[in-house]
């Protein structure tokens, strides 16, 4: 077995250097989970670049207040953070820093501690705050000047104010970015109450017939658990809307449906403006249809708890790029945001995202919802109309008839989220007026026959499961063609959605090749990529990736915790994902691994002892407990026995070391609300691709495709959803190893390491560069990219 390069991450950022400069840090506004995540990266990459970095506890006020509030941070002073909720900085509301003469005791705070770089993690009030703050700076020294409280020294050392503004906010309503800090933690809760809701309605022939609202702040978790009727405030219901929801309900009851889920956003309205609320909703189920209705009130359950894994890998990259933003930044930059689009860090203007946020208050507040709702942007479009696709079922007479057959089916191990998008792919292909065809057991299942249509109500109650529902095997469908050919002909199947991992890509690069031999082949495949081990070329995540990660990082939780207060102990973790190092790594960012081994960036034994010298001498510090993960197939000799015996010896005297072998939990469990979300949008789209390609191909009464570019795998790229033939992705992957050559997660190595506080060099060659809305709303407006 011949070892893999070693990815190229030396070019440093030599210029970039942060002494002789302070940097300070304040979290503002309604707390949100991944906060301290993102306090915790700001301090460590502001310190490793020999930067000064002082926590602003209590927000504004803190800034206002000065004295104790304003405290120089150390390392160790943000050890134990990172799986903690709130913000351990605190955070609070402050009148005085509306008013001129606040600023300007909060400006004498900062430049007799010279510090000029301030990181505001908050929403948009917050970070229009700090704006004006820059903006005034200059006539705010001055005055300090004129009055004695400054040396001409200090107005002149201190003469530009730098902001980064990161948005930590639950409702995930800041204009210029795909998700805000704490969103994606706020979905958890939501789902593990809805869950809990339905699990109990499953099991109780009591509760056959409940409804039950919820008021919650994010309506993306009416996608993730799939529920029957949603209100948020940018779609008012229109006239009527009372009946067609009893009508809906009954509908469901007849075909034996034990629960509904009805959830209601805070800020709810109708077509009048008039609020809806839960109990307006309980009043009028039982009135109309007399079914036992519950109302469940979330409030601020979805602020609580631990961030989830996306959260702290989130505000993790952001706060470095914050960093890094700082130490760019001239005195004529204007302020800007660190936003997340797609799977990229981007760096936008604070006040053209802030301004474009305010435009949609005022469209609501003007009753302009679709205005609102293009406002918001592609990927808010987006969830909407796939959501209106899986909720609105249509009469059978109400559809449109296609005549097209299309098979579903999953393929390799099972990843959560699977069953999500197959009940999307399944809804979606009959609104599109496909009869739709489950093949069960995959490719094995499909050469034996297994394959049955399967209609809307089949697949209810599926966002939310785990495992495979269709059943999946790694069987390739090679040896079977001809079997295969002839179930489609049996069954005329026009178009195939394949959801799985790298046996479905084999599979679908075989079915290709087979073309010429077999004509029943030739119509449009598509592949869905779903696996843990998130190896997939062509693609930058996968379904069930995410799910895993948060195995990964609770486990991990659990085991730092239960080293807390016990003597010094070092814990070796190992992580699934084959030869691929993604749960590894990011999972190891998530968790806060001291080390991280994978296959991808090769070890010897001299990497070894170092990393064992950097235990021991961390040991010596405050911190008590160290983290090391190990993808299973890292390196055949350095086994997770060999590096537990030799962490053992060597640290002998002065930690002990204990093991554990995460195996197969990492692909169980319900999938996260990502995974639902995820598998449901990349599934529609992909339905909707075959579609479109099946009536571009149909000829002579029927479907025939036979080019390259109608066998596609549909993958995220960057900041884009694209459809890449599986032909040209060959060029691409490892099939030795069953990796892509090229994996943009190798990029969050050294930001692992610096937060583990290794001396390495950091790539900044994709960090964010400083980019205009206009123009980017342009790049992400392309309706056949965005998801």
């Not at 009148?95 to 430049?111: C, H, I």
């Not at 760019?328 to 660190?338: D, I, K, L, N, Q």
């Not at 295969?484 to 199947?493: C, D, G, K, P």
């Not at 960036?601 to 021991?616: A, C, F, K, S």
Request: hydrophobic fraction near 40%.
């Amino acid at each position: 077995m011949s070892a893999p390069k070693r990815q190229d991450t030396r070019k440093l950022f030599e210029n970039l250097s942060g002494h002789g400069k302070s940097i300070a840090v304040l979290t503002s506004g309604g707390d949100a989970q991944g906060m301290n995540a993102a306090v915790r990266a700001v301090v460590r990459m502001g310190i490793y670049v020999g930067a000064k970095v002082y926590f602003i506890h209590e927000g504004y006020q803190g800034m206002v207040d000065g004295g104790d509030n304003i405290k120089e941070a150390s390392w160790e002073s943000v050890s134990s953070m990172l799986q903690v909720g709130g913000t351990v900085i605190g955070s609070a509301r402050c009148k005085a820093f509306r008013t001129r003469e606040g600023r300007l005791q909060a400006a004498l705070n900062l430049v007799q501690k010279s510090i000029t770089n301030l990181c505001v993690i908050g929403g948009d009030g917050s970070l229009t705050g700090a704006n004006l703050f820059r903006e005034e700076w200059s006539g705010l020294l001055d005055e300090l000047l004129q009055k004695g409280a400054i040396s001409e020294e200090a107005a002149r050392s201190n003469s530009a104010l730098h902001i980064v503004g990161m948005v930590g906010s639950i409702d995930n309503d800041f204009c210029g970015t795909d998700m805000t800090i704490g969103t994606d933690s706020a979905l958890h809760r939501i789902i593990e109450v809805v869950d809990a809701i339905m699990t109990t309605a499953q099991r109780s022939a009591a509760n056959a017939r409940d409804g039950s609202p919820l008021r919650v702040r994010a309506y993306t978790g009416a996608l993730a658990c799939g529920a029957d009727w949603v209100f948020f405030p940018e779609m008012p219901p229109e006239d009527g809307w009372e009946e067609n929801m009893c009508q809906k309900l009954s509908e469901n009851r007849a075909d034996k449906k034990r629960l509904n889920i009805i959830i209601v956003a805070e800020g709810a309205i109708d077509c009048h403006n008039k609020p809806i609320t839960p109990d307006y909703i309980k009043d009028l189920v039982v009135r109309n249809l007399g079914f036992d209705t519950r109302v469940t009130i979330l409030g601020h359950v979805q602020r609580g708890g631990t961030p989830s894994a996306f959260d702290r890998i989130l505000a993790s990259r952001m706060g470095v790029e914050a960093v890094l933003a700082l130490l760019e930044a001239s005195p004529g930059t204007p302020a800007c945001v660190v936003s997340l689009v797609g799977n990229q860090a981007v760096r936008l203007p604070l006040m053209e995202c802030v301004q474009m946020t305010q435009e949609v208050h005022k469209a609501m507040d003007e009753k302009k919802f679709e205005d609102a709702v293009r406002l918001r942007g592609r990927s808010f479009e987006n969830n909407l109309s796939t959501y209106r696709l899986l909720c609105n079922r249509k009469a059978d007479s109400e559809l449109p008839h296609s005549s097209f057959n299309v098979a579903v089916l999953n393929v390799g191990a099972p990843a959560a989220g699977m069953n999500a998008a197959v009940r999307s792919a399944v809804r979606v292909g009959i609104t599109e007026g496909h009869k739709m065809f489950a093949v069960s057991d995959g490719f094995e299942g499909f050469y034996k026959g297994q394959i049955k249509e399967i209609k809307w109500g089949d697949v209810g109650g599926w966002t939310g499961q785990g495992g495979s529902l269709l059943g999946t095997k790694r069987t390739l469908p090679g040896k079977h063609l001809e079997q295969i050919a002839q179930q489609m002909a049996l069954h005329n199947i026009n178009a195939l959605l394949v959801i799985g991992g790298f046996e479905a890509y084999m599979g679908l690069l075989e079915l290709s090749a087979a073309r010429d031999k077999y004509g029943e082949l030739c119509v449009p495949m598509v592949m869905v990529p779903a696996t843990v081990s998130n190896n997939i070329p062509g693609s930058d995540l996968s379904i069930g990736s995410d799910t895993a990660l948060n195995a990964i990082t609770d486990t991990c939780d659990r085991i730092k915790q239960s080293a807390s207060g016990t003597k010094r102990r070092v814990f070796i973790i190992e992580t699934m994902g084959g030869y691929c190092g993604y749960l590894a790594t990011v999972g190891g960012l998530a968790a806060g691994a001291d080390t991280v081994y994978i296959y991808e960036e090769p070890i010897d034994i001299r990497d070894l002892q170092g990393n064992v010298e950097h235990l021991t001498e961390k040991m010596k510090t405050t911190i008590q407990r160290g983290l090391v993960l190990r993808n299973e197939n890292c390196n055949e000799n350095f086994t997770t026995d060999f590096i537990y015996q030799l962490y053992s010896e060597e640290g002998r005297g002065v930690f002990d070391c204990r093991k554990n072998i995460l195996g197969h939990m990492q692909q169980g469990g319900a999938p996260s609300p990502f995974d639902r979300n995820f598998g449901t949008k990349v599934a529609a789209k992909a339905v909707q691709w075959l579609t479109k390609t099946m009536k571009e191909s149909y000829k002579g009464g029927r479907v025939f495709a036979n080019s390259e570019d109608s066998a596609c795998l549909l993958g995220m790229r960057r900041r884009a959803m694209v459809f890449q033939p599986v032909a040209q992705l060959k060029q691409e992957t490892d099939f030795e190893h069953r990796i892509p050559k090229e994996q943009w997660w190798l990029k969050l190595r050294p930001l692992m390491k610096i937060l583990a506080k290794y001396k390495t060099s950091y790539d900044v060659s994709d960090s964010g560069q400083l980019e205009h809305v206009g123009r980017f709303r342009a790049k992400e407006g392309d309706p056949s990219t965005a998801i």
